[in-house]
């Protein structure tokens, strides 16, 4: 891949959806479709918004290793990161993604203790396009 970022930024940005995936107590993989990232630093780090008393959140307290999935079904290209995922619960985390119709959600705003953030920071990932695989490091 020429260019990794430009790449598989593009196969995210076009999509409104990310698959999730977190380990559960007994070791098996969990995965969770969720509104695409609410903000990216490039290809390494996501954030997500959730709820605090989903199941995830406790998987993700329990064991942070996580991953997340981007499709593009219409040319079968697909690009899964592997990483650590972090429960954000700070003032300026939730602020930082809150979005103007989160209160319907949220019904105490910003500052509703049920509200988080995911941040996920990706370490590597596997890009599949034109019937091949191509895994990749993220630096």
């Not at 020429?2 to 990310?18: D, F, M, V, Y």
């Not at 008393?53 to 996580?66: D, F, I, M, P, T």
């Amino acid at each position: 891949m020429k260019n990794q970022e430009k790449t598989i930024g593009a196969l995210i940005e076009r999509h409104k959806i990310a698959f999730i995936g977190s380990v559960d107590k007994d070791g098996f993989p969990n995965i969770k479709a969720m509104l695409a990232p609410r903000k990216r630093e490039g290809i390494r780090v996501f954030y997500f918004t959730t709820n605090m008393h989903s199941l995830r959140v406790s998987q993700y307290l329990e064991n942070g290793k996580a991953s997340i999935y981007f499709c593009d079904s219409r040319f079968f290209r697909g690009v899964m990161l592997r990483g650590v995922m972090e429960v954000l619960t700070d003032a300026a985390s939730k602020e930082m993604i809150w979005q103007d119709g989160d209160d319907l959600y949220y019904k105490g705003g910003v500052t509703d203790p049920d509200y988080c953030v995911l941040r996920f920071t990706a370490s590597d990932g596997r890009f599949y396009h034109d019937f091949s695989s191509e895994d990749f490091n993220i630096v």
